[in-house]
């Protein structure tokens, strides 16, 4: 059981926008930043977001990172099929001192 | 072209060794933020190791005590020395660096892989 806490699924059509939520704690998303992954099947993690809104180079701008408190949210606009993936949402813990990541969200294009 | 490829996994039983290197190229491992990250078949992603700094660490609650993290800064080359190994080892072991968004645990730069699997 991850201290951040993503829902496990989620979907989408193609073109449309999706959210994903990433809500935790006073210990780790509302005093560190938060980082963003993206897994496609079978092959290693991808940087996708990080300090709760930076995407780095090489990165569509439709993904984006948002914070707000205890949570944040990665949104994903223009859906296409290649997004279909796991994301999962890092943050540094400041009670283990160390880094997290949530349990994941499985992204699905309808 | 930075790239990290890794080696090293492989079958071992319950109770025994193996150690896990990570060989960068394109940055130096030494300046960055380094990572051991692992997967176990059907689950999500666990920050098992970090180095930092002057040698700074963490080690996940599950692996303190059983595996070391270190750098061979000749080699440019990150290692995991994983002993004591328990069935709930059994991963793919992925390692980090981030020279690009230089971001402690914003790993933008992954190797392929390795695969440890623990079982008698």
């Known amino acids: 059981q991850s201290v951040l806490t993503q829902p496990p699924s989620a979907s989408g059509t193609p073109g449309q926008r999706v959210t994903i939520s990433c809500s935790g704690g006073n210990s780790n998303i509302r005093s560190n930043t938060v980082n963003w992954y993206q897994q496609l099947p079978g092959t290693a993690p991808k940087l996708l977001i990080y300090?709760?809104?930076q995407r780095p180079s090489g990165v569509p701008d439709r993904f984006s990172g948002s914070k707000s408190g205890t949570s944040a949210s990665l949104g994903i606009s223009g859906l296409q099929s290649e997004d279909e993936a796991d994301y999962y949402c890092?943050?540094?813990?400041?009670?283990?001192?160390?880094?997290?990541f949530g349990g994941g969200t499985k992204l699905t294009v309808l | 072209e930075v790239q990290l490829v890794e080696s090293g996994g492989g079958l071992v039983q319950p109770g025994g060794s193996l150690r896990l290197s990570c060989a960068a190229s394109g940055f130096t491992v030494s300046s960055n933020y380094m990572s051991w990250v692992r997967q176990a078949p059907g689950k999500g992603l666990e920050w098992v190791s970090l180095?930092?700094?002057?040698?700074?660490?963490y080690y996940a609650d599950s692996v303190k005590g059983r595996f070391t993290i270190s750098r061979d800064n000749s080699k440019n080359t990150l290692y995991l020395q994983v002993n004591r190994l328990r069935t709930e080892d059994t991963a793919v072991y992925y390692c980090?660096?981030?020279?690009?968004?230089?971001?402690?645990?914003?790993?933008?730069?992954w190797g392929q892989g390795t695969t440890v699997t623990v079982s008698s």
């Open positions: 890092a943050a540094w813990d400041d009670s283990l001192n160390g880094p997290v």
């Open positions: 980090g660096g981030s020279p690009r968004v230089l971001h402690l645990y914003g790993m933008d730069v």
């Open positions: 180095i930092y700094g002057g040698g700074n660490t």
């Open positions: 300090t709760d809104n």
